[in-house]
């Protein structure tokens, strides 16, 4: 790894695109002179600079995300850490290409699919969220989003997780 700075800015005649195709921020600091661009390189001398591009070198990068474990402890702080929760699905908003939402049960050794959601541009609307449906009983869950399409990116504002409170494990 290694820091590099810019040595030039682009400038409105600099933009190889149409400004109608041009996806890319403009007046980024990373398009800035001195911006410092962190570059790795692999054992084969092959370097890339750190960009805010979705591919790497025409390559999908594999975007996941985690969540923590869900608990009771979430949900009822007054109740026994082992209680269990019936999971049944995940509102989320988010934007973007595509979404593929997984859960675990086991503290992410397995995961299960729970479907392919198609984003839009813009984040969804207060009472519009995109619903994963699920069901599912345990004392703890967790989650994960993931796309590895090239060319594709998401971005999460939030998510709500709907449960019914179960009994207490014997």
């Not at 290694?2 to 695109?17: E, F, K, Q």
């Not at 402890?73 to 929760?85: E, F, H, K, S």
């Not at 595509?98 to 299960?112: C, H, K, L, N």
């Amino acid at each position: 790894m290694a820091l590099y700075r810019r040595v030039g800015s682009d400038s409105w005649d600099s933009d190889p695109d149409s400004w109608d195709s041009d996806t890319t921020r403009w007046n980024s600091v990373l398009e800035l002179a001195l911006f410092r661009a962190v570059t790795f390189s692999d054992a084969d001398g092959i370097a890339t600079i750190r960009s805010t591009s979705p591919n790497d070198v025409s390559t999908a990068i594999d975007s996941i995300w985690d969540t923590k474990d869900f608990t009771i402890a979430d949900i009822d702080p007054n109740r026994d850490i082992g209680n269990l929760v019936r999971w049944k699905g995940l509102d989320i908003w988010m934007k973007g290409s595509t979404i593929t939402g997984y859960y675990s049960i086991d503290s992410g050794v397995t995961w299960i699919s729970i479907g392919s959601i198609t984003l839009t541009s813009d984040y969804p609307g207060d009472d519009t969220q995109n619903i994963f449906y699920f069901d599912v009983i345990s004392s703890k869950i967790r989650f994960r989003f993931r796309n590895s399409t090239v060319a594709e990116t998401w971005a999460m504002k939030q998510f709500v997780l709907n449960y019914s409170i179960r009994e207490a494990r014997k």
